[in-house]
Structure formats: C-alpha cells, structure tokens
C-alpha cells in the first residue's frame, strides 16, 4: 500500500466507531503511525472531518432534503408492508438530532414531518390508512416541551425515551 | 455540499450527515466499496478546495469590515 492509497482508505475512517475494528483500515493506520507525512495529513484530516460534522450540525437541511430523507427511510422501512401489516403500526417521527441530546423539534417542525409522513401513508396505503394511523413524535420530549407539542394536530402521541426512567417525569408526561 | 458535482455530494452527505460508514453507503448507492472509498476521499479534497476557496474571499472582506468600523 503507497501513501495515496492509504489516504484513499483513512478518508473514510470514523474515528470512535466501528471503523476500528475493521479490518480494512487497519494497514493504513498502521502506516499513519509510522509514515511522518502520511501522519500529518491524518491529524489534519481528523481536524477537518471534526469541523465539518460540527458546522453541517448547525445547519438546519432545506425541506427538501428533509423530506427526501423522510420519504427514503419510509420506503426502504415500511412500503413493502401489506394493507393488513401496516394497519398495526404506530410510527415514530424521531429527529436523529433530538434523540438523547435535550434538543427538541419545534412544534412546528415535527408537525410539518408529521404531515410529509402522512402524506407517504395516503401514498401507498391509502387516504383511510393515513388519517387512522398514529404518528408519534420522539426525540427529548420532556414534561417543559410536552403540552406545546401535543397542542398540534398532526402530533399523535409521544414516544417518551429518557424522560420515562423517572416516573414523576413520565407521570407528568402522561397528564400532557 | 451542495457546490459539490455528483456521485461526490451524495457520498459525502451520507458519509458527514448521515454518518454512514464506507460499507452502508456502498449499500445505499449501489456501487463497489472501493469505489465510495474513492468518492469519499476526493469528495472531502474538492470540499476542502471550495472552502478554502471561500474563506480566502470572504477573509479580506471581514478585515476591511473591521478596519472601518
């Protein structure tokens, strides 16, 4: 392996996951520890892999994107069920940026979600499918954020993660 | 990101949005890991370049700023 190659490979390394026991990254950061260029270029990257997942944080994706994402996992996860299957599902609406995090969607914007999903329901399920169906909002819901998100339409319910380990939280949650 | 030309943008944005790995996106897309391997790499090289790009013009416009006010 040259030094071109191992950059290629590192590139798509994530540090902290489970990049690092596979196997296929081991030669190159082998060779980062040992190559002096090769090394500088790792740390390098490292800063700039760290600075890019912190801005793109920050950046709230334009409704299209939003919904191609949601559009996606709904098919890849859900529009192969039956009429039948899908009548006993309950979705969950859970922004991957609010789960365990304290950062909640607005009211508005899980409500805009809610409705995108709704929408892919009527698509392939049918309008009868998709005003039945129960659409939950997760993602640091607490007793403080609880009220003003269940005061939207298109909010179901709520799929409660760490605030149900305390049950005065979760009780509280409830009375919402 | 979205300066970026296809198949790099959409490597990149499941590699940095998504936080995918090499083998998921490969999936994702439908092509060979070597070759995600590939877009990964030289997306992040042409995103560098358009960021540097950027902050060397936007950097004497923030000095000038300064230097007026």
């Known amino acids: 392996m040259n030094t071109q190659e191992a950059k290629e490979i590192l590139a798509a390394f994530r540090p902290g996951t489970d990049d690092e026991q596979d196997p296929i990254f081991a030669e190159a950061l082998q060779m980062a520890r040992t190559n002096s260029e090769l090394k500088a270029w790792w740390n390098d990257s490292l800063v700039f892999d760290k600075r890019m997942r912190r801005d793109l944080r920050r950046v709230i994706a334009p409704a299209p994107v939003r919904e191609a994402i949601l559009a996606g996992q709904f098919t890849g996860g859900l529009a192969k069920l039956s009429a039948e299957q899908f009548a006993r599902i309950v979705l969950a609406y859970e922004p991957v940026w609010a789960i365990g995090t304290g950062k909640t969607a607005t009211p508005g914007m899980a409500a805009a979600a809610h409705s995108f999903l709704r929408g892919q329901v009527a698509a392939h399920f049918g309008s009868p499918a998709a005003e039945e169906c129960r659409i939950l909002y997760g993602g640091s819901v607490n007793p403080g954020n609880c009220a003003a998100l269940m005061e939207e339409d298109e909010l179901d319910g709520a799929l409660v993660g760490g605030a149900s380990l305390d049950p005065n939280s979760f009780a509280a949650i409830v009375k919402c | ?69």
């Open chain 2, 1 to 69: 990101l979205n300066a970026l030309e296809e198949p790099f943008r959409s490597a990149l944005v499941l590699f940095y949005l998504q936080e995918h790995s090499y083998r998921e996106i490969a999936e994702i897309l439908e092509v060979p890991i070597g070759t995600i391997m590939s877009r990964i790499s030289r997306g992040k090289e042409m995103l560098r370049a358009k960021l540097d790009a950027h902050d060397s013009v936007a950097a004497p416009v923030a000095a000038g700023r300064e230097t007026r006010t």
